[in-house]
């Protein structure tokens, strides 16, 4: 299990961001996918507690269905990111299907921060929306969503690889509640103790 993005793909494709250099203690949780019903106000009022802010990668798709909660998200001083409208892939999907997607994302998610779905993009996508968006990608995968990996695998997925300047990715997902339920708290926790910040992206 890869929890690390591979060092190979950080030198084929620099113009995305991987992690963020900083002299500061910070650490950048994302949240991928939402929003969700349940579990995005969950990890909301969880962020509260640890007084942590996030970015959202949000699909425009679940942003027409629950307004609401988006809007809560930036309420609350967090950023938000377009994450397609429709989940696409692509490595499965035109150019001209796939950009068209992004801006129906773009009509609910005012953001110029873009995160490929499964991090599948090729260069020639890559080098077309790199001049409207920050392409992020991620230093830690914490395979939340995964229904072999245990919650404690997950912490640990979560901890072991992280330091300042990570971008860590988490899911809020109904798939992923199981894990996050029990990691999301215990990370924050780990990482307040030690001093660090939790702060979003930026454009």
Same mark, same amino acid.
């Given at each position: ?39 995005? @106000? ?24 629950? @307004? ?12 938000v990111g377009n994450h397609s409208y429709n989940h696409l892939s692509g490595w499965k999907t035109t150019n001209y299907e796939y950009f068209e997607n992004i801006e129906k994302a773009g009509e609910l998610?005012? #953001? ?53 300047? #990570? ?17 999301? @708290? ?18």
């Open positions: 299990m890869n929890v690390k993005s591979p060092y190979i793909l950080k030198k084929l494709f620099p113009g995305l961001i991987w992690e963020i250099v900083t002299p500061k203690k910070e650490v950048f949780l994302t949240f991928d996918d939402g929003p969700h019903p349940e579990v995005t @106000p969950w990890i909301l009022k969880c962020l509260d507690d640890y007084d942590a802010k996030a970015t959202f990668f949000c699909v425009g798709e679940n942003v027409c269905k629950y @307004p609401d909660i988006y809007n809560t998200i930036i309420n609350k001083g967090h950023m998610i005012e #953001s110029r921060l873009f995160r490929p779905p499964y991090g599948r993009i090729t260069p020639s996508q890559i080098k077309i929306l790199k001049h409207d968006f920050r392409i992020i990608m991620w230093s830690i995968l914490t395979y939340d969503y995964d229904v072999m990996v245990s919650k404690e695998q997950c912490l640990k997925n979560s901890i072991k690889s992280t330091k300042s300047g #990570s971008i860590v990715v988490f899911h809020d997902s109904a798939k992923s509640y199981k894990n996050l339920y029990y990691t999301l @708290p215990l990370f924050l926790e780990h990482f307040t103790k030690l001093g660090f910040r939790f702060n979003p992206m930026q454009y």
